[in-house]
């Protein structure tokens, strides 16, 4: 049974940092990109970022370039996203996912949430003062 746990969410101030981990199981992660997207109260599920499975080649909104940064540990199972400079619209519930697909990240991975598979149950981010 495939299952992605997400963790790393909580409550932090305008400025701040966060290290969101996702936890993959029953997979071999290194086969597929894996992205993280976010979800607010009210809105469509938003693509964040991409990791591809072959080169580790990334991809990201233009609303968190050079802010967030994704990397990946397939020997581990792991995929993680580093959230700097948060600001209050980063408030959300963030997800990973894997790419059924595609294998390479391109502004495509970012924009269609239906071709990912494997969703798990989220890590609440809040950015508030």
């Known amino acids: 049974q495939v299952q992605f746990v997400e963790s790393g969410g909580g409550l932090v101030q305008p400025g701040g940092s966060l290290r969101l981990s996702c936890a993959a199981s029953?997979?071999?992660?290194?086969?597929?990109?894996i992205g993280w997207f976010r979800q607010a109260p009210g809105k469509e599920r938003e693509g964040v970022s991409c990791?591809?499975?072959?080169?580790?080649?990334?991809y990201y909104a233009d609303s968190v370039k050079g802010r967030f940064t994704i990397s990946r540990d397939n020997a581990k199972k792991m995929v993680y996203l580093q959230m700097n400079s948060l600001m209050p619209e980063d408030t959300a519930v963030y997800y990973c996912?894997?790419?059924?697909?595609?294998?390479?990240?391109?502004?495509?991975?970012?924009?269609?949430?239906?071709?990912?598979?494997?969703w798990g149950q989220g890590t609440q981010v809040t950015v508030s003062s």
């Open positions: 029953g997979i071999t992660l290194d086969y597929y990109a």
């Open positions: 990791i591809s499975s072959s080169d580790g080649s990334t």
């Open positions: 996912a894997a790419d059924i697909m595609r294998r390479r990240c391109s502004y495509y991975s970012v924009s269609y949430p239906a071709d990912y598979r494997y």
